[in-house]
Every structure is written in structure tokens, then in C-alpha cells.
């Protein structure tokens, strides 16, 4: 698991500085997040493509590694996200994507998810995945947006990423 930064970085200078990869910021806290590894890789490139190219059918755009901000002093990174294309383009995405994508890595610890998941459905996200290469698992908000609803699925190592209207 990665180490959290013990200094506190203000929220201008995380928006103004570069982190290889990207990371969350908690209240003043740089929050490293776990990737680099092949199969994570893989998959975040294959679930990119395979949105990637059903963004017009959907109007959607799909982000990966996007800076969304949670709250005045909250950013998180998704591995991917999901936007409605007819929204106001912003550097850093202030109102709920449509969908987070978070893929697992062996190191990540469900109580860490537990809190990313939260702060993404309590800023009004619809629906949440989190995928890993066995398995799949889904969040999503009580509500349904505009009469869409998400699902992700997992068969043994292939993923389906599927909209339903």
C-alpha cells in the first residue's frame, strides 16, 4: 500500500503541481493511489477503448485519471470516469460524473475503497465499479439518473461495461 504524504499541501499548490501518478487530496493530505502494475494497466486501457468508442452512441466522455473535486478541500482521481458530453467542459470536473471506475490493485484495502466510494456517492455520482482480475463490484446511488442506469459485470476475466436506457 502506498504511504500518505504527512505534509499538508495546500489546495493551490496540489492544483498547480504534477504527481506521477496523480493523487487524491484529503484536507490537506496527498493521498497516493495504487497502479503501475500490467494487469491494471491492461484493463484500464481496455475498458477505455471499449467506452472510448461508444461515446458518441451515449454522448458521454470518457476520462481516464481525471481530477474530480469532491468538495472544497476533497479531489479524487478515478481510473476512469464517465461525463455527460453536454455538460460545461471544466479542467477539474466540480459536478458528479455519471460513472467512476476504480480498478484494484492486490495492495488496495477495502477500507480505503470503502471511503473513495463515499465521497463519490455523496457528491451525487450514479454509480460506482470497482473491478479487479477476478471480479467486479458495483455502487450505485439510490436514484437513477435521467432513467439511466449503469451495471458492470464480470465472466472470469472478461469485463462488459453495458447501458441501459
Known amino acids: 500500500m502506498a504511504v500518505q504524504s504527512a505534509a499538508l499541501v495546500s489546495v493551490e499548490e496540489y492544483l498547480s503541481s504534477s504527481y506521477e501518478p496523480d493523487c487524491d487530496y484529503v484536507d490537506g493530505v496527498l493521498e497516493e493511489r495504487n497502479l503501475g502494475e500490467r494487469e491494471h494497466s491492461r484493463l484500464q486501457l481496455a475498458l477505455s477503448i471499449y467506452l472510448g468508442v461508444r461515446e458518441r452512441q451515449w454522448n458521454v466522455w470518457v ?15 478515478p481510473d476512469l470516469c464517465i461525463i455527460p ?12 460524473p455519471l460513472v467512476c471506475i476504480e480498478i484494484l490493485s492486490p495492495e488496495d484495502r477495502w477500507s480505503r475503497v470503502e471511503r473513495r466510494i463515499e465521497d463519490f456517492l455523496t457528491m451525487g455520482v450514479d454509480a460506482y465499479g470497482c473491478l479487479t482480475r477476478r471480479n467486479a463490484r458495483y455502487s450505485s446511488a439510490p436514484r437513477a439518473a435521467a432513467g439511466r442506469s449503469w451495471r458492470i459485470c464480470s465472466k472470469r476475466r472478461r469485463f462488459r461495461f453495458g447501458f441501459r436506457s
Open 63 to 77: 476520462l481516464p485519471e481525471q481530477r474530480i473535486r469532491i468538495g472544497p478541500r476533497r479531489f479524487r482521481v
Open 85 to 96: 458530453r453536454d455538460r460545461e467542459i471544466e479542467q477539474v470536473p466540480t459536478k458528479p
